[in-house]
């Protein structure tokens, strides 16, 4: 009897683990790079769906900061109606841009403000790219920063970086600009 029911008990964990695996997806990750940065007090982390994208294919980029401390913190934003995680990509020919939610203001009022995360608790920024025709073959380089502290001036501020190369192909633009 004690053999047919740990064989039963197996059954049932190895037939519960394969359900939760189809209906959430939890065997197959949607990123497919992580990348992270432990800084004053905070936890960084940044996902992204891919590395190499064609026209018409569009990246997914998750950026969270979590207070890993015991006490609240302080962060910075630039201008009233910024993020408090800012995400830009910058192209090969040394231009660059922001990457913006469906939520973020066309226009910002260039005032320093000053924000604060309680111990524990997650900041989570969420944007896409979508890749054009017009998008020339090349490395792309996308960046997530995050200003932990108070901060008047940017030279002052402390800056919580994370980066990652993509790479665009098959791009009917192919002449440098």
């Known amino acids: 009897m004690g053999r047919y029911l740990k064989a039963l008990t197996i059954f049932f964990l190895i037939t519960a683990l394969g359900c939760c695996a189809f209906i959430t997806g939890c065997n197959e ?13 905070f936890e960084m982390q940044m996902m992204i769906d891919g590395t190499q994208l064609r026209p018409g294919e569009t990246l997914t980029l998750r950026v969270t900061v979590r207070n890993i401390s015991d006490s609240e913190k302080e962060y910075t934003m630039w201008n009233i109606g910024d993020p408090a995680i800012y995400t830009e990509i910058d192209t090969p020919f040394g231009d660059s841009f922001d990457l913006k939610s469906p939520g973020d ?60 190369d993509i790479e665009v192909i098959d791009s009917l633009e192919i002449v440098e600009r």
């Open 29 to 41: 990750s949607q990123w497919d790079k992580t990348h992270s940065n432990t800084d004053h007090g």
């Open 105 to 164: 203001p066309d226009v910002v009022q260039p005032a320093v403000t000053h924000e604060t995360i309680q111990a524990g608790e997650t900041i989570e920024r969420e944007v896409t790219w979508r890749v054009s025709e017009n998008d020339p073959n090349g490395t792309y380089i996308v960046n997530a920063r995050f200003f932990p502290g108070r901060y008047t001036d940017t030279a002052d501020s402390q800056t919580m970086l994370l980066s990652q």
